[in-house]
């Protein structure tokens, strides 16, 4: 599987920006995959991911991002609305097939990983 990660960009506090993780791959609506990011300085942190149906957030993000699937454009999206200048980073998709719910939040268990995207938050 490979991962194009898109959609970044500049955007003011309280913007919203729409990220996009298109896979190759026929079999990529079987793979659970997650956005995660790292900021200036920061280590890489979870932000959403969708498995199996079920959706799940970090706690900075809950009810601002929201995290979808397009089987058939073989892309999920991470909508991220009310931006705040937090939410500074590189955002990049990973994905991986065997991922159990446990470890869905734990960037060391996904294999494939996208390019990072900046996204930039101003106040």
């Known amino acids: 599987v490979q991962l194009q990660a898109s959609g970044g960009g500049l955007v003011q506090a309280g913007g919203s920006l729409r990220l996009s993780c298109a896979a190759s791959?026929?079999?990529?609506?079987?793979?659970?995959t997650g956005w995660f990011r790292q900021g200036p300085g920061k280590e890489r942190e979870f932000v959403a991911a969708v498995r199996n149906g079920g959706t799940y957030y970090a706690d900075s993000v809950k009810g601002r991002f929201t995290i979808s699937r397009d089987n058939a454009k073989n892309t999920v999206l991470l909508q991220m609305n009310s931006l705040k200048p937090e939410d500074t980073a590189v955002y990049y998709c990973?994905?991986?097939?065997?991922?159990?719910?446990?470890?869905?939040?734990?960037?060391?268990?996904?294999?494939?990983w996208g390019q990072g995207t900046q996204v930039t938050v101003s106040s």
């Open positions: 990973a994905a991986d097939r065997g991922l159990i719910l446990s470890s869905i939040r734990d960037s060391r268990h996904y294999t494939y």
């Open positions: 791959g026929r079999t990529f609506s079987i793979y659970a």
